[in-house]
């Protein structure tokens, strides 16, 4: 029999249900068979993600206000998150497959990592959101749709998937992708309508063509009706007002820019600090060397005198002497490497920190 939906209040008389505590119940209920939930949420974390109703065939839908972080986490096929107003940060971080409507705004970071579904915004993202999506070719491509605008640095790293910022109600915007976006892009498309600038020179931006306007017609009419506002459809479809930024392909990218331009040229004026300090640009070595290794390397005679030890240690700390091997335990940082390319096994690792039994 069909279970009724199932309501839970996380606030009762001044006493919040903790986030563990809410997803023990949820967890509980879909074990009963419940596969609909009306959730009034007082910031518990993660609802809605990586759960699967009882009889497999069904969707599980989740109603909630006033969630937390990382909503529709990790969630899957076959999951249905509606959410009743705004969001803080996270929303569909690593969204394996699940439709997550969010009827106001999100924090940062939202469709971080996804990697299937769709997320529909009915209002603004934060900063990073977009970032490192992807898509795995056996699967079909996670979608995010953005009404307004999205903050700064949105789809650094993005490897796949497609993204629509419709730059709705941004009218006074110099860019509805904030500055610096699409920073180390390296697949997906994203879609945009609306004034862009500061993007990274990794990206062509590129007018649209029939297939982009056939997806987006298509795409356009769900998302607006998931969201309540068909009634933008024809002032969204206008298409001259829109573009499409795919990433250069790898022969026209700028090539080997050193850490000091990428960070003063690229990345931001003077450094991500440089409003605070001054950055001299040293790399600095941070892995332990000497007594603050966790592990040392050890060198018996079996040794063929390949060199493969010598030549793969990226600290330079092999050396040998009339065949016989050893590391210089200042230089060494105890990585494991000589040992794992040795083919005659000379090489054994021993603890440098004391047994506890
Ligand atoms: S442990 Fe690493 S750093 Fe040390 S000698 Fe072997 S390869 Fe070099
Ligand atoms: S990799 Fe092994 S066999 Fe080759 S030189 Fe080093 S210790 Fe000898």
Known sequence: MEKEEYKIKT??????????????LITAKINEGYTNFDIEACGQHNIGGSSWAKDRDKELVFKITNPGQRAGAMALEKTKIIIEGSAPADVGWLNSGAKIIVKGDCGDTAAHCAAGGKIYVAGRVGTRSGALMKHDPKFTSPEFWVLKNTGSFGFEFMGGGIAVVCGYDCENMLSVLGSRSCVGMVGGIIYVRGPIQDMANCVDIQELCDNDISFLKI??????????????YDELTIWSEWKKIVPLPDEKKEKNISVKEFRENQWIENGIFGDFIRDDYKVYNLAATGNGRLRSPVWENNCIDCKLCINNCPQGAIISQDKVYSSIDEKCIGCGICAAVCPKNCWSLKSNREEIS
Do not use: A
Request: charged share 30%.
């Open 219 to 232: 795409g356009l009419k769900e998302f607006l009706s998931d969201i309540e506002r068909q009634n933008i």
């Open 11 to 24: 606030l009762n008389e001044n006493k919040r249900m903790s986030t563990q505590e809410l997803l023990q």
